[in-house]
Structure formats: structure tokens, C-alpha cells
């Protein structure tokens, strides 16, 4: 008999990044892995279905839903548990939240973070409502609960006390290839530059980033800032503080950046900078340790649990600690690099696709 698992990842966006990532590179690892007798269909939007061609083995796309957010997500209460129902899906993963109600399989959901219940001024009021509705539905009704970190395990269980099982499977980071220490002596470069990648939100404090910069490029000539990500909800206030900045005429906005060009400026960075307030699980700080860069980043979050004894840790929104940090980080010694080469070695061995992606089929093996 094969066993048909869906996955739902119709709300990643064309221009996909964290949660759209996770969904991409879970599905290429999962590829290989799969037994004889289990298929893979997604559950993929009209805008997306490109990001979704051409992947290997037993998965196929199964359904198409609407491009526009209100129209898909009341298709997948409607229309979605129909189709499942009709073609016997034992398994169904929702990878953004939410769940089809009256599917009548096991239901697996990924609650990516929970700042839309922590902080929900983060975030456009009508959002925040509809998914903390769908997390506490999730709580209640769903098999089982992925989240990336053992942070957001916590805040999810103190907060919603869950009736299901809920099952920490960290993110994966790609390692292009092995590097040396020699190609990252970026202290010395013409005009070295601190680097910030994200989408521009409150949480991420971007502001207080630019005004640490502001600081530091007061005492350091040539030093630059370059801001990475799309502008997110209430992006204002941070389009504000890098325009007004006295030193804008150093701080390089690129707004949406491809892979390639991603691994060029984390290659070439002085100090990676990522001083987001919350997260679910931190990818960027992963994906800079996969060059061996340095990193500042948030004491008590998943990334500090991510880079554990990598980073430099400060508190969130903490100006002159952040300022300081970097100051340290781009004076740092070459043992201390070479020191740090080691931790990531060993931290990024355990954050890969691979064994993300068998961390999942685990749980719908368990549920078949």
C-alpha cells in the first residue's frame, strides 16, 4: 500500500525566505529519503508552484491553491479537506500554522515562533488574531506539533499547555564547501562592513542596529553597514532611522537579495549583526557560521541556543552592549577565529536538511 502524505506549502511567499526555505530545502532532503511505500504530495499556491518544480523521487504536486491570502486560506478549510479526504492522505502537514479542520487523517502543524502570541504588536492586528487562533486550534486538535527550537518548545508549552506530543526538529544550513580561516581576514579589507540579513520588521531592531553603527563609524573610517531583506509590516520607523542617519552615505540598503548574491556578502562581511528581539529559530545566524563570520546577536533566544558559545551575545535593544560587541568582534584576535572554526564545525554538524527532514518523515511514519 502507498501511503500518501500531503504537505501544505501554499503561504510561501515567490520570494521565499525563512519559512519558505525551511519548506524548499525539507522537501529536497526528504527526496531521497523516502520508503518505497510513501508519496509526497504538496499542497503548493499559484504564485509558488515554480519553487516547487523538478524535485526528486515520490513527490508530486497535489493540489493548487489560490494566489491571494484570504481566498487560500478559506479554500483550505473548504476545498483542501475535501481533496484530501477523497484521495485517503494519512498524513497531513501544515508548514505555516494552520491545519484543515475536517481532514480526517493525522495532522502534523509547524508553529515557526510565537511572537504572534508574545508579541503580537509585532505584527498587523488581523494576522496576530487569525494565527493565534490557529496555534491554540493546533494546541488542541492537531497530532503533533513541530517547532524549531527548544525556545519556542518552551513558550509554546507555558503558554498553551498542548493536549498533543510537540517535537523540536531544528532547521538545516547548507555548508557550500570547506573554508579556510585566511580567506576571512576581513579586518583588513578596504572597506570592510558589518551585515544585517532579515526582513525589515519591528522585532528584528534594525534601529537599534543603525544606531550602534552610528557609534562605531564615528571612531572607525570606511566602516559600512549592509541592510539585506524585504520590508516587512511597519517597516517605516526603520526606512526613517537608515535615511536619517548621519552616516547613510555608509549603509548600503539591498532590499531582496538571490542565494548567490547572499553568499557573497556573508562571505565578504567584517561582522555578521542580527539583533532581532525574537525568533523561532534564527536561520541567518546559522547560515553565517556556515562562512565562519563572526556574530553578534540576542542573549536569551533561539539564536543564542543556535550559536551556542559561537556568538557574541548581547541584550535586545541594548544600543552601547551591541556597539561594544561588534567593536570587540572586528579587534578580535586570530586564535579567537581560529577557536570559533571549531564550534561551528561541530554546531553545523548537527543542523542539517538531512537530518531535519528525517526528523519529519519520523513523525509521519509514527502517525501512518
Known sequence: MNNLITLDVSAVPQRPTGVGRYAIELLKAMAPLLSADMTIGTCVSSLNSQLFEGLEGSIHTFIESPGNRALRLIWEQSVLPRRLNSASSRVHHGLHYTMPMTFKGATVVTVHDMTLMTHPQWHQASKALFFQNA???AARRAD???????????KLKDLLNPNCEVVVIPHGVKVRRELNISEFDRVTRAEPYLLFVGTIEPRKSVETLVRAFEEIAAKIDGLRLVVAGLPGWKAGQTKTALERSHFRDRIDVLGFVRDDELVELYRNAAVFVY?????GFGLPVLEAMAYYLPVVTTK??????VSQGYASL???GDVEGLADAIIKELEAPESLRQDRMTIAKERLSIYTWERSARGHLAIYEGLL
Request: no cysteine; glycine share 4%; aromatic share 8%.
Open 314 to 316: 548581547v541584550a535586545g
Open 275 to 279: 539583533p532581532s528581539l525574537e525568533e
Open 300 to 305: 536569551n533566544s533561539a539564536m543564542e541556543e
Open 135 to 137: 496555534i491554540r486550534y
Open 144 to 154: 503533533v506539533i513541530v517547532v524549531p527550537s527548544y525556545d519556542t518548545e518552551r
